[in-house]
């Protein structure tokens, strides 16, 4: 079936520090959600991008819907320690309504 | 907008109880709910999927004796966890999504399951 791997699996950075987190496939995707999870919290929705080669921000965040429909990418600028937590990308599988979550990258960010 | 409550956020019970585990869409009407379940430092795992007055699908290897699902309303959908064990234990989380949503899906947040 459909996957998607990320990577890094974790990231230990700076505060301050920019951070970059990739999300792939073996198959297309159509659309491309990136969402962030807090312990113990639900993931929320940081960033959809719904066209091949949409760039688009929400703050610190910009994230890259690939040309080729089997990658994205997620940059968050000057971190701070808020910034804590587990990324997920996800997309709706072929034909589906169900989201297919990604494997996460743990960002922690010291001060 | 596009608010989904999920209810208890923490539950502990006894082996052999049933708890049931309620997901509200507040400000939409929630034609499809999921619900997942999610092992410590692990991704989100699909369960089953709900549409309003109709069975819900749930996945490959995921009992559906055992996880009992009811969308009843569009904005109430409840997983039931029957006769639980220690290994049911998890973090269950379900979200929402509406027609005049694109893609919006809005997730709970979360329920620790507690079996002892």
């Known amino acids: 079936g459909q996957q998607l791997n990320q990577s890094p699996q974790s990231m230990f950075i700076q505060e301050g520090e920019d951070v970059s987190m990739n999300c792939t496939s073996s198959?297309?995707?159509?659309?491309w959600l990136w969402y962030k999870q807090e312990p113990g919290e639900g993931p929320v929705l940081l960033i959809a991008?719904?066209?091949?080669?949409e760039l688009t921000s929400n703050g610190r965040l910009t994230a890259q819907f690939g040309i080729t429909r089997k990658d994205s990418f997620l940059n968050i600028s000057a971190s701070i320690p808020s910034d804590v937590g587990i990324y997920f990308c996800?997309?709706?599988?072929?034909?589906?309504?169900?989201?297919?979550f990604g494997t996460g990258t743990r960002l922690q960010v010291f001060p | 907008g596009a608010v989904v409550s999920q209810h208890p956020s923490r539950v502990i019970c006894k082996s052999g109880t049933s708890v049931k585990i309620e997901c509200r869409s507040l400000?939409?009407?929630?034609?499809?709910m999921f619900w997942y379940r999610q092992f410590p430092k692990k991704s989100l795992m699909l369960m089953a999927t709900?549409?309003?007055?109709?069975?819900?699908?749930?996945e490959q290897g995921v009992e559906k004796d055992k996880f009992l699902i009811n969308h009843a309303s569009l904005t109430l959908s409840t997983l039931t966890v029957t006769s639980a064990h220690p290994e049911d234990s998890s973090f269950y989380i379900c979200?929402?999504?509406?027609?005049?949503?694109?893609?919006?899906?809005?997730f709970g947040s979360g329920t620790r399951l507690t079996v002892v």
């Open positions: 979200s929402a999504i509406g027609q005049e949503i694109i893609y919006g899906y809005t």
């Open positions: 198959s297309i995707f159509n659309t």
């Open positions: 991008l719904y066209k091949a080669g």
């Open positions: 996800a997309g709706p599988g072929y034909n589906t309504d169900k989201l297919i």
């Open positions: 400000d939409f009407q929630a034609t499809t």
């Open positions: 709900s549409n309003e007055g109709s069975k819900a699908t749930y």
